[in-house]
């Protein structure tokens, strides 16, 4: 093994590797993915793991390591994931497996009892929690015995000082679901997901709700609503959806390729800059990154005046500060271009009222590659778009139409770093809307 800088992932996992792992693997600076799990490596961890400053996944179970973890692997901020079980490691941590451990009881392992270990332990507890926590509670005792004698300040305190704030979470029973849903009534269902299905309820007060049912006989039914719940605990944006909302219009998938609507192109751009505004939020608008992950035309729901709202956020990702992509073990290399590249199909089907999956394209040809090879680029807007335009002056429309087009092919580049950055998309998407309602207002 050489120096190599460059390597994002290692797998080497399943094989009959024997030997001392390379300790030559901390010096590849942009590993982030390394699984070497299921072999018969012997001795120790490399204390040069703790170079691998941007690993969010080590696996180096089920092997035959021995000797203690590595101090060094605290250094790791980014790691999410870390699996040193079944191996012959020793010390004073709780792995499974691993019969020379020591640590929590619950994992079925002795407890490190060494006097110095429990006198390190005793001396942290009392310097972190319990000296401030007494010496607090003698401070506000103080203080108040001080106001209540004190003439100038003889005053009541009131009793919310002593008090806990509280939540105001409402609970909703079954029954009550139940009742709303029409008992899940098939009138009712507004969509099928990956993990189960939505439903519009109705709650005694007149609270309109959607309710998600989700199918725990889905491997990571439960983890994805909780991931979503997570998200969107953090998140305030007018154009995401919070939990409970419903939204009366339905999501942009049903107006795009029903029978019986048609959107008009200013309802359509109006769309296309809600959705930009809300992946530019989640991209930049906190510390930490929000990738969305399943950004799609079902996954945008529509209010009574058409503003969008972006749903579903169950396989979302947060991107740690100042990093700008994670390896997840799910759905590979995640990067906000993932999200660009989604946001450019969206557009695309928008004008062309063509679905990825269509018939049409079979092989690699898909609505990018179809859309690219054509001279005359108008010949694959919606008929149904330009008979509600129709009458219009035809070279604004054409513009506003090349317009989209152009911004739909560039996110959807096949190379993610060819892709543009959310902010000028807005900036592009928000252009095209200035102009058209311009236009608008002076009849064209």
């Given at each position: 093994?050489?120096?190599?800088?460059?390597?994002?992932?290692?797998?080497?996992?399943?094989?009959?590797?024997?030997?001392?792992?390379?300790?030559?693997?901390?010096?590849?600076?942009?590993?982030?993915?390394?699984?070497?799990?299921?072999?018969?490596?012997?001795?120790?961890?490399?204390?040069?793991?703790?170079?691998?400053?941007?690993?969010?996944?080590?696996?180096l179970s089920n092997n035959n390591l021995s000797g203690a973890i590595p101090k060094s692997l605290e250094a790791l901020r980014f790691l999410k994931y870390l699996n040193l079980s079944?191996?012959?490691?020793?010390?004073?941590?709780?792995?499974?497996?691993?019969?020379?451990?020591?640590?929590?009881?619950?994992?079925?392992?002795?407890?490190?009892?060494?006097?110095?270990?429990?006198?390190?332990?005793?001396?942290?507890?009392l310097l972190k929690y319990i000296i401030p926590s007494i010496a607090s509670i003698i401070i506000f005792a103080m203080l108040v015995i001080m106001l209540r004698r004190h003439p100038q300040?003889?005053?009541?305190?009131?009793?919310?000082?002593?008090?806990?704030?509280?939540?105001?979470?409402?609970?909703?029973?079954?029954?009550?679901?139940?009742?709303?849903?029409?008992?899940?009534?098939?009138?009712?269902?507004?969509?099928?997901?990956?993990f189960g299905a939505v439903y519009k309820g109705i709650l005694s007060d007149g609270t309109t709700v959607a309710v998600k049912v989700l199918n725990l006989h889905l491997e990571g039914a439960f983890k994805s609503f909780d991931v979503e719940c997570k998200v969107l605990r953090a998140l305030r944006h007018r154009n995401l959806v919070e939990v409970i909302i419903y939204m009366s219009n339905y999501s942009l998938e049903k107006w795009i390729?029903?029978?019986?609507?048609c959107l008009n192109l200013?309802?359509?751009?109006?769309?296309?800059?809600?959705?930009?505004?809300?992946?530019?939020?989640?991209?930049?608008?906190?510390?930490?990154?929000?990738?969305?992950?399943?950004?799609k035309p079902s996954n945008i729901l529509l209010e009574e005046d058409m503003v969008a709202h972006v749903g579903d956020f169950g396989i979302a990702k947060i991107?740690?500060?100042?990093?700008?992509?994670?390896?997840?073990?799910?759905?590979?290399?995640?990067s906000t271009k993932c999200d660009i590249y989604s946001y450019g199909i969206i557009l695309l089907e928008m004008i062309t009222r063509k679905k990825p999956t269509d018939e049409m394209f079979v092989g690699e040809?898909?609505?990018?590659?179809?859309?690219?090879?054509?001279?005359?680029?108008?010949?694959?807007?919606?008929?149904?778009?330009?008979?509600?335009?129709?009458?219009?002056?035809?070279?604004?429309?054409?513009?506003?139409?090349?317009?989209?087009?152009?911004?739909?092919?560039?996110?959807?580049?096949?190379?993610?770093?060819?892709?543009?950055?959310?902010?000028?998309v807005v900036a592009k998407v928000n252009k095209i809307k200035l102009a058209l309602l311009g236009n608008k207002n002076r009849g064209v």
């Open positions: 093994m050489k120096k190599l800088r460059a390597i994002v992932y290692l797998i080497l996992s399943h094989n009959q590797i024997t030997g001392k792992v390379p300790s030559i693997i901390g010096a590849f600076e942009s590993l982030g993915n390394l699984d070497l799990s299921k072999n018969s490596f012997q001795g120790d961890i490399p204390d040069s793991f703790g170079q691998l400053k941007g690993m969010d996944l080590l696996d079944f191996n012959k490691l020793s010390g004073e941590n709780s792995i499974f497996g691993n019969e020379a451990l020591c640590g929590n009881s619950i994992f079925g392992v002795p407890p490190c009892t060494s006097p110095s270990s429990k006198g390190a332990r005793m001396k942290q507890l300040y003889n005053m009541q305190i009131p009793n919310s000082l002593f008090t806990l704030p509280t939540v105001d979470w409402r609970m909703i029973s079954y029954q009550e679901l139940c009742c709303g849903t029409n008992n899940f009534c098939e009138s009712n269902l507004l969509g099928i997901g990956g390729y029903s029978q019986n609507y200013v309802q359509r751009v109006g769309i296309m800059v809600d959705v930009a505004s809300a992946l530019d939020y989640l991209h930049n608008g906190q510390l930490e990154s929000v990738v969305h992950c399943d950004l991107l740690a500060e100042n990093k700008d992509a994670t390896q997840t073990r799910t759905i590979g290399r995640v040809l898909g609505t990018r590659q179809w859309i690219a090879s054509l001279p005359d680029k108008i010949e694959v807007v919606d008929d149904g778009l330009l008979s509600i335009e129709d009458g219009r002056d035809v070279t604004v429309m054409q513009t506003i139409f090349l317009s989209i087009l152009e911004i739909g092919l560039r996110c959807s580049e096949e190379l993610p770093d060819e892709r543009p950055k959310i902010k000028d």
